[in-house]
């Protein structure tokens, strides 16, 4: 689970999910990247009281408006 956590860190593990979506004269992609959280799951509940976390993540998002070239980026 490290190993494909760190695959994700890095870029080079492929999405799990992508969605794309084209509204408000823009073109916006993201990309989801998931995995269990049992190693964390006591951490989380202690220092922030969040109960049963199971899941971890990270989103990628890529947006344009639909009148440009480049795509600006952001990373949650």
Known sequence: MIAYW???QLGT???DYVEMD???RRVEKR???WTASAELEAYLAQEYG???V???GRVRRQR??????EWTASEE
């Open 6 to 8: 760190l695959e994700v």
């Open 13 to 15: 593990a492929p999405p």
């Open 22 to 24: 084209k509204r408000h």
């Open 31 to 33: 990309e989801y990247w």
């Open 50 to 52: 969040w109960e049963g």
């Open 54 to 56: 199971r899941l971890g």
């Open 64 to 69: 344009r408006p639909l009148t440009a070239d």
